[in-house]
């Protein structure tokens, strides 16, 4: 069975899980052998971009040991061979077109996103 | 009665925080009553929906004691369907992602829901007709 | 192609993201995929004939399915009668058949 993720809802919760669910989720499913790739739109689709740096958090004296680090989490997918997807659009929108980013981003115009999906046996919005 | 057919669900919002919660429960409730198959897994605050220490109560600005105000519950919700499975000779499976009801201290579910892992996810996914993702927001 | 099923729970005037899942409804459409957008939730809103649901009406003329949770309806007072053109009501079982059919389902 073939899976494609899609992560809408970037920054979620981030801080405190110090990863982001999803993106963890599908690193998951893969080490297990699953057939599962990934489409970062909306906020989310800022994970491909680079030179994000977290402060960990301090909260009274609670002081956090690991920041998350969502783009790497996101390199690590593409590294393990998991296909990332982004918007074109997306990306504009947010003028982050023209930043440094994800080099094994494959970026997708609106028109070819019926197609992508309908690559995959399941489709799972987040 | 079965189709045996199999959806599976996948439920991330905590109780009482969206209408997402009544609207997923209401789609089970469908899905049990056509004789389907039902796999959820609960994944963040979902663990909560079948947390067992939920407590009805009163309602004063409606001059409701916690009996007659009958809150409902999201552990009755998940009981109630677990009862209809077995009464339509469905198979319902519940599971609570386990790393998520560690972070949260969600341990006591009631009875009937199972803590599992994202393993469970893919093998009910895998083994389903198909799948809904209700994500939070 | 796939059939894709878009339900949308979110009020189109406090959301604009509602119009990628109207855009991705019509590019499916017109690849020759069926495809419907439920409107459920605080999704409804959008379904009054005097809404401004601007990404609707062309998703309408376009040939997509555009329906309306009655329960949804019913919890904000809009009447059947009251509903845009090409909007129809339905219950929220229609999801549950199109997930049946193997259609992919997006909820938003």
């Given at each position: 069975m073939k899976v494609l993720n899609i992560v809408s809802?970037?920054?979620?919760?981030t801080l405190e899980e110090q990863d982001d669910t999803v993106i963890w989720l599908t690193h998951v499913l893969k080490k297990a052998g699953a057939e599962i790739d990934v489409l970062l739109r909306?906020?989310?689709?800022?994970?491909?971009?680079?030179?994000q740096a977290v402060t960990p958090l301090t909260v009274g004296e609670r002081v956090q040991l690991h920041g998350p680090d969502v783009h790497g989490q996101t390199r690590g997918l593409a590294e393990e061979g998991v296909k990332i997807y982004v918007l074109e659009a997306d990306l504009k929108s947010r003028g982050a077109y023209n930043s440094p980013r994800l080099q094994q981003a494959q970026l997708l115009s609106s028109d070819e996103l019926p197609g992508l999906l309908s690559q995959y046996d399941q489709v799972w919005h987040w | 009665m079965t189709n045996q057919k199999t959806l599976t669900f996948v439920l991330m919002d905590a109780p009482f925080e969206s209408s997402r919660t009544a609207t997923a429960m209401r789609l089970v409730d469908i899905a049990l009553g056509r004789g389907l198959n039902v796999n959820v897994f609960a994944y963040e605050g979902a663990v909560?929906?079948?947390?067992?220490p939920q407590k009805a109560h009163p309602n004063a600005v409606h001059g409701r004691d916690a009996e007659e105000e009958d809150h409902p519950l999201p552990r009755e919700w998940v009981a109630s369907l677990i009862s209809k499975a077995a009464r339509m000779g469905v198979a319902f499976d519940w599971v609570n992602c386990g790393l998520c009801v560690d972070e949260r201290g969600?341990?006591?579910?009631?009875?009937?829901v199972r803590r599992g892992s994202p393993a469970d996810l893919w093998a009910m996914a895998s083994s389903s007709h198909n799948t809904l993702v209700i994500p939070t927001d | 192609m796939k059939d894709i099923m878009v339900v949308e729970t979110r009020d189109l005037i406090e959301v604009r993201d509602v119009e990628w899942g109207a855009g991705l409804l019509a590019n499916a459409q017109s690849s020759g995929s069926t495809t419907c957008m439920m409107l459920a939730e605080n999704g409804v809103f959008a379904a009054r004939k005097e809404a401004l649901a601007s990404c609707l009406l062309p998703l309408i003329d376009d040939g997509v399915t555009v329906l309306a949770d009655r329960f949804a309806l019913r919890e904000r007072g809009i009447?059947?009668?009251?509903?845009?053109?090409g909007v129809a009501p339905a219950d929220l079982s229609v999801v549950v058949d199109w997930l049946e059919a193997g259609a992919s389902v997006l909820w938003r």
């Open positions: 809802a970037g920054y979620r919760a909306g906020s989310a689709s800022n994970y491909v971009i680079e030179g | 909560f929906l079948p947390f067992a969600a341990g006591e579910a009631i009875e009937g | 009447p059947e009668t009251d509903l845009a053109r």
